[in-house]
């Protein structure tokens, strides 16, 4: 048995190791000019020097500089005013719930839904003409996509905040949190303080993980950026997208360069978020940024709290717009709302797109089960050998942490030669590495904490590794299970660029028809198809929140 679980530790470590290892070297060695099966048998420089020579480049890479820092930043400081504005009302404990059809929207939806806003017939011109504008048809004039990135910065806020308040909940949970906010208020502190010096560090040091992952996310994102980004230059993951996209013969080698000099951006951002850490443990440092900012300055304390509702009200707009805009019927500008609803356009599409929407289900369900069945394996091989390596569990969130579009070059230039007659298995395979993470710090911990002495009885009841994983273990854990399954599916249920490398367009989700019909501009099909993509989403959601509230975990 030892052998069999050792056999399978290698098998794992293999089968986790070598494709990301090939994904790295896959963008690495083609920036460099190596590349074998294109006849590329030297290593030189030359690509750096295309590279810098695009039109454009320098504003690109300040661009996507820009975004990821100034838009996690903002988005991790708004979470917790939120959190902290609330924390003692009755609204705390219902927060995940208000929260839930927010996080469940994939990037792209939320950039769609922003531009059902701001376009020249949206809602934001709608409800001031033409009282105040006077505009009594839709003006020529175009203020999404914006010059300097403001709207994909707003977007990536809006969609970043849900997912940190979320993160921090659950790091709130883990400590008594009320304890030291009580303790703190009983000194005089004011809640704003109290929140700074008390409870974000011991927050922060647990989702910082996370922290970084939305910074490589944020800088380097392909779908929000195609709708929300200045096209002219836009950031460096959309001038990687068009080398890539191109005929020419050296292509791959420049998209490559630009994927390194992506990743050499991600880690520029990351030094600079350490070395913001370093200054604000500076105690002066930081009880003067706490006092600056203080809630007991009355203009401070109105103006955050007028910022947080309008990134509220904006977020649940980008919903109610898109649901408008799919069944709405006529809708002449400047009415605020269609003359009336029609849900024939919806059963229109669902029959018309039955395929495509029940394979942008049936994959993220194939990879989120096999995610979640990788990762038990993995932790019960790990115990019974008492071999828990903190390598291999950091190197598995490296796909996070690389720029999309960088490790999915790499990815697919070690693809094409083998020359997949199918395209869904190499697309369930690559977006493994996107999920497994995720599951990975869901289920992980949740094994790990599970009582040895539960383990004892099953072990002194004559039952077995494989039985006591099944019957006890599992069923002892099954809502944080289900909710690691949930997650996964929305996880690789709103990825875009792995569908669109991998898939190679024979295999095509709701998320890549969205942003298709988005760039055509049809915009009464693009509502039908945001309506579906925020529907199935919640519905995962509310299945998994339904058997978590209903099933007995000693139910099997």
């Known amino acids: 048995m030892a052998c069999l679980n050792k056999a399978l530790w290698v098998l794992l470590s293999t089968a ?39 039109p454009g480049i320098s504003k690109s890479i300040i661009l996507s500089f820009f975004t990821g820092f100034l838009s996690t930043i903002l988005a991790l400081f708004f979470s917790q005013l939120i959190i902290l504005s609330i924390f003692r009302s009755r609204i705390y404990s219902f927060l995940k719930t208000i ?24 809602l934001f011109l709608r409800f001031f003409s033409p009282w105040l504008t006077g505009f009594e048809r839709p003006p020529n004039i175009f203020i999404i996509p914006d010059d300097y990135g403001f709207f994909l910065i707003l977007g990536l806020v809006l969609k970043e905040i849900p997912f940190f308040i979320l ?36 927050i922060y040091r647990r989702i910082r993980l996370i922290v970084f992952i939305v910074i490589a996310f944020a800088a380097s994102v392909v779908d929000m950026s195609l709708l929300l980004a200045p096209s002219t230059p836009s950031t460096l993951a959309i001038q990687i997208l068009q080398n890539y996209q191109s005929s020419e013969p050296t292509s791959l080698f420049v998209a490559s ?16 978020w350490f070395l913001l850490e370093k200054l604000l443990i500076n105690k002066h440092l930081f009880t003067f940024i706490v006092n600056a900012i203080s809630y007991k300055n009355n203009l401070v304390k109105h103006s955050t709290f007028a910022l947080i509702l309008i990134l509220s009200v904006l977020s649940f707009l980008t919903i109610i717009s898109s649901f408008l805009w799919g069944l709405g019927g006529n809708w002449y500008f400047p009415n605020l709302f269609p003359t009336n609803i ?58 996070l942490l690389i720029p999309q579009i960088s490790f999915l070059i790499g990815i697919q230039s070690f693809l094409i030669p083998l020359n997949f007659s199918n395209f869904l298995l190499p697309l369930i395979i690559v977006e493994l590495f996107y999920v ?42 099954m809502p944080t299970f289900l909710l690691s399954i949930a997650i996964g599916m929305l996880v690789s249920f709103a990825l875009y660029t792995p569908v669109y490398f991998i898939g ?43 058997y978590k509230r209903n099933c007995n975990k000693w139910s099997f």
Request: charged share 10%; with cysteine.
């Open 16 to 54: 986790l190791i070598v494709p990301i290892t090939f994904g790295i070297l896959g963008f690495l060695m083609p920036s460099f000019g190596y590349f074998p099966i294109l006849d590329k048998h030297q290593f030189n420089l030359d690509y750096f020097y295309v590279s810098s020579n695009i």
């Open 99 to 122: 929260i839930s059809p927010l996080l469940a929207l994939p990037h792209v939806t939320m950039a769609i839904g922003l531009l059902f806003i701001f376009s020249p017939s949206g």
């Open 167 to 202: 993160v921090s909940i659950s790091a709130i949970e883990q400590f008594s949190a009320r304890k030291f906010f009580n303790l703190g208020k009983s000194l005089q502190h004011t809640t704003f303080s109290v929140w700074c010096v008390l409870l974000f560090p011991l």
């Open 257 to 272: 360069n630009l994927a390194l000099i992506q990743v050499l951006v991600i880690l520029i951002l990351f030094l600079i």
């Open 342 to 399: 029609n849900f024939e356009i919806l059963k229109k599409f669902l029959n018309e797109n039955k395929s495509l929407i029940f394979v942008s289900v049936l994959i993220p369900l194939i990879v989120s089960i096999l995610s979640c069945l990788i990762v038990t394996l993995w932790v019960e091989i790990t115990e019974s050998l008492n071999k828990r390596s903190q390598f291999l569990e950091w190197f598995i969130f490296l796909p």
């Open 436 to 477: 497994i993470p995720y599951a990975f710090i869901i289920l992980a911990p949740a094994f790990r904490a599970i009582s040895k002495d539960f383990l004892k009885v099953a072990s002194s009841l004559g039952k077995n590794r494989f039985e006591r994983l099944i019957f006890v273990k599992i069923p002892m854990i």
């Open 504 to 546: 190679a367009g024979r295999v095509t989700t709701l998320t890549v028809e969205a942003l298709n019909l988005s760039l055509s501009g049809a915009k009464k099909d693009l509502g039908v198809a945001t309506i579906f993509q925020i529907i199935i989403p919640i519905i995962i959601l509310l299945l998994a929140s339904w």
